[in-house]
C-alpha cells in the first residue's frame, strides 16, 4: 500500500493591480485598474490542467464592481474556494477599532456574496495583518479559521527592502510599519493551533507555512526570485522546503499571488514589485514545476478541505498584539 501523504493547501491571494499600487503609495489607484480579467482565467487554466483546486482570497473592493462578477463567479464554477481578503486592502488593518473590523469583514462578505453567490467564512488580511480585535471578530462571525500569521524571523528585512523600492511619505511608512508582521512572529508555530482568545473562544489558525526550524519563506514569490539566480538552486530549496515539512510532518499551507504568473510586460506599472522583470512564460514554467513538486509529495486541497483535517486536539495559544 502507498504511504499516506501529509495534506497541504494551496491558496492564492487575489490581490489586484490597484492594490499593488495603493500599498507602494502609487497615484492612480482610487480608480481601481484591474487585472482580473486576465490573470484570473490563467490560473484557472493551469489549475484545470494540474488537476488542483485551491482557495482563492478575493478583495471585497473588487468582488463590489460589477464589470468583476463574472470572472469571479468563474472561481466558483471551476470548482475553486473564495475567501475574505478584506474589503480595502490595507496592511494596517491591525490598527482599526474592533466596530470598524467589523464592518470591513461584513461588507466584503456582502460584496463577495453578491458578486459569486457564496458566502465566505474563511479569511487572511492584507499584508499579514491581524489582531486579537480581528480574531474575535471573525469568531463572532462564524469565520471556520484565520491564516494572517506568516511565521518568519526576515519580515523586517522584507518590509525595509519594500520601502526602499516604494515612494511613500512618513506617514504612509508609518501606517504600513507592520507590513508582512513582526520579527516575534517568528516564534509563532507552523503547524495549525487554536487560538485562545480573552472571550475564552477559540479559532482555527492555519500559518502561511515557511521552511521548518529556519523560518525561511518558501511560498511561489520567493521561488520566482530564486529562480532568477538559478532554476537548480530554485528546486534544491522547494526540495529542502518539502523535506523539513516531511520530517516535521508540517502540513504546508502554500502561497500564491498573481504576479507569480504575470510579469512587467502584462503590467508595465507593476514593474517595480521584485520578480516583475522575470518573463510571463519564464513564470509560468517555473510555477508548474513548483505545483508538480508539491502535488508529488502532499495530498494537495483548498484551504477549507484542509481545515477540516484539524478538528480534533491542537496546540492552543493566546494572541498578543505585536507592536
Known amino acids: 500500500?502507498?504511504?499516506?501523504?501529509?495534506?497541504?493547501?494551496?491558496?492564492?491571494?487575489?490581490?489586484?493591480?490597484?492594490?499593488?499600487?495603493?500599498?507602494?503609495?502609487?497615484e492612480g489607484w482610487e480608480t481601481f485598474p484591474s487585472y482580473l480579467d486576465i490573470v484570473v482565467p490563467i490560473f484557472l487554466d493551469v489549475f484545470d490542467r494540474l488537476d488542483i483546486k485551491i482557495t482563492f482570497f478575493v478583495v471585497g473592493q473588487d468582488a463590489a464592481i460589477e464589470k468583476n462578477h463574472k470572472v469571479l463567479r468563474s472561481i466558483i464554477e471551476r470548482?475553486?474556494?473564495?475567501?475574505?481578503?478584506?474589503?480595502?486592502?490595507?496592511?494596517?488593518?491591525?490598527?482599526?477599532?474592533?466596530?470598524?473590523?467589523?464592518?470591513?469583514?461584513k461588507i466584503a462578505?456582502?460584496?463577495?456574496?453578491?458578486?459569486?453567490?457564496?458566502?465566505?467564512?474563511?479569511?487572511?488580511?492584507?499584508?499579514?495583518?491581524?489582531?486579537?480585535?480581528?480574531l474575535e471578530v471573525l469568531q463572532k462571525r462564524n469565520y471556520i479559521f484565520d491564516a494572517s500569521t506568516l511565521p518568519t524571523y526576515i519580515s523586517p528585512l522584507l518590509r525595509k527592502y519594500y520601502f526602499a523600492k516604494s515612494s511613500l511619505s512618513k506617514e504612509e511608512k508609518e501606517n504600513r510599519k507592520e507590513l508582512f508582521g513582526s520579527f516575534k512572529e517568528g516564534f509563532y508555530p507552523l503547524?495549525?493551533?487554536?487560538w485562545k482568545l480573552p472571550s475564552k473562544n477559540k479559532l482555527l489558525e492555519i500559518p502561511v507555512t515557511t521552511m521548518p526550524v529556519f523560518k525561511l519563506p518558501f511560498h511561489q514569490s520567493y521561488l520566482l526570485y530564486i529562480s532568477?539566480?538559478?532554476?537548480?538552486l530554485m528546486k534544491?530549496?522547494?526540495?529542502f522546503a518539502i523535506m523539513m515539512c516531511k520530517i516535521t510532518?508540517?502540513?504546508?499551507?502554500?502561497?500564491?499571488?498573481?504576479?507569480?504568473?504575470?510579469?512587467?510586460?502584462?503590467?508595465?506599472?507593476?514593474?517595480?514589485?521584485?520578480?516583475?522583470?522575470?518573463?510571463?512564460?519564464?513564470?509560468?514554467?517555473?510555477?508548474?514545476?513548483?505545483?508538480?513538486?508539491?502535488?508529488?509529495?502532499?495530498?494537495?486541497?483548498?484551504?477549507?478541505?484542509?481545515?477540516?483535517h484539524?478538528?480534533?486536539?491542537?496546540?492552543?495559544?493566546?494572541?498578543?498584539?505585536?507592536?
Open 1 to 26: 500500500m502507498a504511504k499516506k501523504k501529509i495534506p497541504a493547501s494551496i491558496s492564492l491571494d487575489l490581490d489586484d493591480q490597484w492594490s499593488y499600487m495603493k500599498v507602494h503609495g502609487d
Open 79 to 105: 470548482g475553486h474556494e473564495i475567501g475574505n481578503h478584506s474589503f480595502h486592502h490595507e496592511s494596517w488593518l491591525k490598527t482599526y477599532s474592533p466596530e470598524k473590523i467589523n464592518e470591513e469583514i
Open 109 to 134: 462578505e456582502e460584496a463577495i456574496l453578491n458578486a459569486t453567490g457564496t458566502r465566505t467564512n474563511m479569511f487572511r488580511g492584507p499584508g499579514f495583518s491581524w489582531s486579537v480585535d480581528l
Open 191 to 194: 503547524k495549525p493551533y487554536r
Open 228 to 232: 532568477g539566480v538559478s532554476k537548480f
Open 236 to 239: 534544491f530549496y522547494l526540495r
Open 249 to 308: 510532518k508540517t502540513p504546508p499551507s502554500y502561497l500564491l499571488h498573481p504576479l507569480d504568473l504575470i510579469g512587467g510586460d502584462d503590467v508595465p506599472q507593476l514593474a517595480f514589485f521584485p520578480g516583475m522583470s522575470i518573463k510571463s512564460e519564464k513564470k509560468m514554467e517555473v510555477f508548474e514545476t513548483a505545483m508538480k513538486m508539491l502535488k508529488k509529495h502532499f495530498d494537495v486541497m483548498p484551504m477549507g478541505e484542509f481545515a477540516k
Open 310 to 323: 484539524f478538528n480534533g486536539d491542537l496546540k492552543e495559544l493566546e494572541p498578543k498584539q505585536t507592536t
